[in-house]
């Protein structure tokens, strides 16, 4: 093969490399991005269940 044919051969390599690069990079945020959701998920549904608990104890404490 011709030095040419490897050069080329080469920057071809280096470009899908490169492609394969950003790809990953844009998965690896996107898994990122998710954890992040399901851990706002979670921190809402603690922040919805404690005040559903202080209401509960609100309600039981007021006279009727």
Known sequence: QSPARTLVHAAGDAGRARMLADEATADA????????????????????????????EIDRKTPR
């Open 29 to 56: 945020q996107v898994a990122e991005m998710r954890a992040q959701s399901v851990r706002a998920g979670k921190a809402a549904r603690e922040s919805q269940d404690a005040a559903r608990v202080l209401r509960e």
